[in-house]
């Protein structure tokens, strides 16, 4: 069906340009009904006689658009992916009148174009490029088309001068065209658009919620001396600026907008944890008192920030959050204020990093769907956000992006660069349906995705010496666990990445079994048994009865899959009732407080969650941070997901809300909360797609503890 909407349409091109603007005028009367679809490469905004079209931002959502030269950088990946672009679909009926008619398009670079800041070389895809059809239907049943073409579009420069994805935007209002949205506005000087050879390439029509403004915040001036002013917008958000030039701002007056996550001592901005001065969110403003229809912010980026500086003469009207929207459905409140600040600084980031329904590592230094970071927290994204159709999107891009020929999954989806390693990272080809459709009980994920699975793990086999995973790509990146204290990863890289395909082929076993292709099931329950004798021949020591020392959660690996014994166990438990913080990277992190919950160490993995050491949350908290940190010390990024992997378990053992274990979705659950006396009240509602399910815990002055659960809906506790 995609490829008949446009078949008869051009591709239009604007070469060299960052943003342009477009008009296509066409007539029409009598109109029952008129259907707009369209698509770019790069981001739009679209109008239809000045009104837009949506309220959606940053769309076409990122994908892996069409084919590059990927050879040449710096990790240089020879695969084979697929392609991908999403177009829209809008009902303008409304918006037409019986006479001529404005399709107005405003294109920005986006991520197809963005050349400013390559990550590891990365090429850039294009040119501002747009395709569209209107479908007019009259009230006769008769349908005509108004196809893109070079004759009927014509094209200028926009008032955008410049437009960076990374760095941020340029406009000079001067240029502003007054009225170009309108039928009225005169552009005989505009020029014809050029036309370009249709992509190699899916075409399919957008299914996921895009970004949009969310909310907005007041931002408040911390600092001011003459034109320069410096806000705080009480959080670290995603999102941009809205300027306003004062009432005493000649023609000409420039403004320049700087963004940050933090101060420094004096009180000016500190870059460095946003990306440094190198790839620095700033924007530039050039005022015209003409252009009274003009707002000023940024078109075709967001930015992410606490802090703002704005100098000229001017100031800022309101932050707009901007995110995917992608709805919260779950609540968490409880009596520790560590506890209750993981939960809330989860939240934040998490929605600061969904953009185009890609989960990231970080909204502004990187930005990239790191596929390490999205499989560590879907259980927690899951748990906590509606997260069907965002999943849906981003699986796909996963598979757009695995190598068709050797089965390989890039660390970040869509590709753009990045470093990782063939299990934590590439084993989201796995990781992501399976715990998909352990949430949601769709069957239809593991069809899709089956085949793709079997692929990731004939190339982890074909990356084994003596059943260990020992390597991924040549002249890449082949990491285990990421992110201990000072980022000393001690636990080795091949024991994890073992663990890792050893999950897997597990999932994929019972992902065979589900979907009756029971020939195959054997192959990769087989598969895992091979995998652990490998990790008991290489990693573990009989006479301790420990995992490579049960360094970095060692022993937390191994006992999740099955391995070890009662020694493990204790001395997994003794040592962290002993250390009472985290030695442990991203993924380390993750199983131990998995583990301890699993063997019924709640009361330590509470202590651990709340501990007040360096490697803690809450020296993240006691530093003033609103979102979580990418490194215990902070020394990066102030806005990452991954070590909020553990919210999952504030559902699932605090509240103790589980699924049967045979079965997928929460239509049927047990209610069994972890006992942990030091936390004495604690509430929580899980909202599922089979009804609400609530549990009060509080604790009397006696210290009996009262558990009230509520369910709606078709849920039913066993």
Same mark, same amino acid.
């Given at each position: ?383 906590? !956000? ?5 999943? &849906?999107?981003?699986? *796909?891009? #996963? $598979?757009?992006?695995? @190598?068709?020929?050797? =089965? ?114 054997? !192959? ?5 048994? &091979?995998?652990?004798? *490998?990790? #008991? $021949?290489?990693?573990? @020591?009989?006479?301790? =009865? ?173």
């Amino acid at each position: 069906m995609s490829s008949e909407i446009f078949k008869n349409c051009s591709w239009l091109t604007y070469p060299g340009m960052d943003a342009v603007l477009t008009r296509t005028a066409f007539c029409c009367n009598d109109i029952k009904e008129a259907t707009l679809y369209i698509t770019a490469l790069g981001y739009f905004e679209a109008y239809i006689n000045g009104k837009r079209v949506s309220d959606e931002h940053f769309i076409p959502a990122m994908t892996d658009y069409e084919k590059r030269d990927l050879s040449k950088i710096h990790m240089p990946i020879f695969d084979t992916l697929s392609h991908r672009i999403y177009y829209y679909k809008y009902d303008i009926t409304s918006s037409l009148t019986d006479s001529s008619n404005i399709l107005a398009a405003h294109i920005g670079a986006g991520w197809y174009g963005q050349h400013e800041s390559p990550n590891e070389g990365m090429p850039y895809w294009g040119d501002n490029t747009l395709v569209f059809s209107i479908k007019l239907t009259d009230n006769n049943g008769n349908v005509t088309f108004i196809n893109s073409s070079s004759d009927n579009t014509k094209w200028r420069k926009s008032y955008i001068l410049e437009t960076s994805l990374y760095y941020g935007e340029y406009h000079d209002a001067r240029l502003y065209p007054i009225g170009w949205k309108t039928a009225e506005f005169d552009d005989s000087s505009w020029e014809n658009s050029k036309v370009r050879t249709p992509p190699e390439t899916v075409l399919e029509q957008c299914f996921f919620p895009s970004d949009k403004v969310i909310r907005t915040i007041e931002p408040k001036v911390i600092y001011e001396f003459g034109d320069t002013k410096i806000y705080d917008i009480g959080e670290l958000a995603a999102g941009y600026a809205v300027l306003v030039f004062d009432e005493n701002a000649r023609n000409n007056e420039r403004a320049t907008l700087r963004y940050a996550d933090e101060l420094n001592e004096d009180g000016s901005l500190q870059f460095h944890y946003c990306g440094g001065t190198s790839r620095m969110q700033r924007d530039h403003f050039v005022y015209d008192m003409n252009a009274k229809d003009q707002e000023f912010h940024p078109h075709f980026t967001w930015h992410a920030a606490r802090y703002i500086e704005v100098t000229g003469i001017c100031h800022i009207k309101e932050y707009r959050v901007i995110q995917t929207d992608i709805k919260k459905i779950s609540d968490f409140t409880c009596d520790n204020e560590t506890l209750q600040w993981i939960f809330d600084a989860y939240v934040k980031t998490q929605n600061a990093n969904i953009h185009g329904c890609i989960p990231s590592d970080c909204p502004h230094r990187e930005r990239l769907g790191y596929t390490g970071d999205g499989q560590l927290t879907c259980g927690a994204v899951m748990s906590v !956000f509606d997260a069907r159709e965002m999943y &849906k999107k981003w699986m *796909a891009d #996963i $598979r757009d992006c695995q @190598d068709k020929v050797g =089965g390989h999954v890039q660390h970040t989806a869509p590709f753009y660069g990045g470093g990782g390693g063939p299990g934590g990272w590439g084993g989201a080809a796995c990781i992501v349906p399976y715990r998909y459709y352990k949430f949601y009980n769709d069957i239809s994920i593991l069809e899709e995705s089956y085949d793709s699975m079997k692929a990731y793990l004939k190339y982890m086999i074909n990356h084994c010496e003596d059943g260990i995973v020992t390597s991924e790509e040549p002249g890449g990146w082949c990491l285990g666990d990421w992110c201990p204290l000072g980022n000393k990863v001690t636990i080795p890289e091949a024991f994890v990445n073992t663990y890792f395909l050893t999950k897997c082929a597990e999932m994929t076993a019972e992902t065979a079994e589900i979907l009756g292709i029971t020939d195959e099931v054997t !192959f990769y329950n087989e598969l895992s048994e &091979k995998c652990k004798k *490998a990790i #008991i $021949r290489h990693f573990y @020591d009989q006479a301790t =009865g420990s995992f490579c020392e049960g360094k970095q959660g060692a022993d937390a690996f191994a006992l999740d899959i099955g391995l070890g014994d009662e020694r493990t166990r204790n001395n997994f438990i003794n040592k962290y009732s002993s250390l009472l913080t985290f030695d442990t990277g991203i993924f380390g992190t993750d199983l131990v407080i998995r583990m301890l919950f699993s063997l019924g160490k709640g009361d330590i993995a509470f202590k651990l969650l709340i501990n007040e050491e360096i490697t803690s949350f809450y020296n993240m908290k006691k530093h003033g941070a609103t979102t979580l940190w990418e490194n215990w010390d902070g020394c990066d990024s102030r806005c990452h997901p991954m070590f909020g992997a553990i919210v999952e378990y504030f559902f699932s053992d605090i509240l103790g809300i589980k699924r049967l274990e045979d079965k997928a979705g929460y239509k049927e659950i047990t209610i069994n909360p972890a006992n942990i006396a030091e936390l004495k009240n604690v509430k929580g509602t899980m909202r599922t797609k089979w009804g609400d399910i609530t549990v009060d815990i509080s604790t009397d002055s006696k210290g009996n503890r009262n558990i009230k659960t509520e369910v709606t809906g078709e849920i039913t506790i066993k």
